[in-house]
């Protein structure tokens, strides 16, 4: 399981608002296909399907989404749904003849439903290696609390109009576990590790840390100010804490910076001076570089040789409102000073 916050650029540059909930079949692992069951006494009030001509080793691969409420102000959804098996839910869908629609190689269409079902009763499969689809998305949002349009730099980025608008608002996320008993809630929360199974995040809060903008200096979600796509994340950026611990700090690259590969980089930031300096202690315009880059915060915090020999460079401009970031000088920072070249640039 991954927590809330995870970064896999470039397909989702910025921390995703829901957690991974990953299946392993080594037996027939192109094969897998796990239970979904309802979380809780909920009601699933819509259903959307996206369909792929091609997705990976699949043709015509039609993906799920079910969205569900839970009381007045409480919402979830699951990503990433392989297939309905709730009797309401495929009567439903039969029923409604919901076809995808658009154009290129992801169609969608989606419709709403009242379907309730009772807590621990399955309701769907998710999982399926040979198209790419290695487990379920979930996410919640608690419309009731006062997070929201406080918590970014740019709120009119992430919060979307005044009422309940829907999965992809991200302001008010919350964890499911924050809203069941301490038992279950512990029995859950140790399972978070990255993929190299080499730590589990023990910070605060457990679930993860969503709400990481920090207005007015370099740290937070930032994006391409010669791309202003909103739905693909691939062209923009995330600076700040990594999911899985608070001592290491990402470079979440999406597609944007030239001779700089989308992927993270992770590394361990320095309170003082111009190399690996976090991003939440930058306010000025000087030119910081970056080096000593690792696949994994487990590697970086046991200080295991690190797996990239590039540098970073970047630059707070305009107010802390502009970024520019560029390739820096080769496999290490040296003292300095760096100039920017072919930088691409960034906006809240």
């Not at 991974?20 to 037996?27: G, I, L, Q, R, S």
């Not at 369909?51 to 990433?80: I, R």
């Not at 980089?265 to 939440?280: C, E, K, M, T, W």
């Amino acid at each position: 399981m991954s927590p809330i916050a995870d970064l896999t650029p470039p397909d989702h540059v910025f921390p995703a608002p829901h957690m991974y909930f990953y299946t392993k079949n080594d037996a027939t692992p192109n094969d897998i296909e796990a239970p979904v069951y309802a979380p809780g006494n909920i009601v699933v009030t819509s259903i959307a399907l996206r369909n792929y001509g091609v997705l990976n080793d699949k043709t015509n691969y039609t993906d799920y989404t079910l969205s569900f409420g839970v009381c007045d102000g409480l919402e979830g959804y699951f990503h990433h749904v392989r297939s309905l098996t709730h009797p309401d839910l495929t009567q439903a869908l039969r029923a409604q003849g919901c076809t995808p629609m658009g154009p290129g190689n992801e169609k969608f269409c989606s419709f709403p439903v009242r379907v309730p079902i009772a807590a621990g009763v399955q309701m769907a499969t998710t999982g399926d290696r040979a198209a790419g689809v290695s487990g379920l998305d979930m996410g919640m949002r608690d419309y009731r609390l006062a997070t929201g349009r406080s918590a970014f730099a740019n709120a009119e980025r992430w919060c979307k109009g005044t009422g309940p608008p829907g999965i992809f608002e991200h302001c008010y996320t919350v964890c499911l576990f924050d809203y069941v008993s301490a038992v279950e809630r512990d029995r859950y929360l140790g399972l978070f590790t990255d993929f190299s199974r080499s730590m589990v995040r023990t910070d605060q809060p457990r679930c993860g840390d969503f709400y990481t903008d920090r207005a007015g200096t370099a740290q937070g979600r930032w994006y391409s100010a010669a791309n202003a796509e909103q739905f693909s994340e691939a062209p923009h950026l995330y600076i700040g804490p990594s999911a899985l611990s608070g001592s290491v700090y990402a470079f979440s690259m999406g597609t944007s910076v030239t001779n700089v590969r989308a992927r993270q980089y992770l590394f361990i930031p320095q309170a003082s001076g111009l190399v690996n300096r976090r991003f939440d202690t930058i306010t000025d315009g000087q030119v910081y570089c970056y080096e000593r880059f690792y696949d994994y915060a487990g590697d970086a915090l046991a200080n295991r040789t690190p797996a990239s020999g590039i540098t970073i460079l970047a630059q707070l401009t305009n107010n802390g409102q502009r970024l520019a970031i560029s390739a820096g000088p080769g496999g290490a920072c040296g003292s300095g000073p760096w100039t920017m070249a072919n930088a691409a640039t960034f906006e809240r």
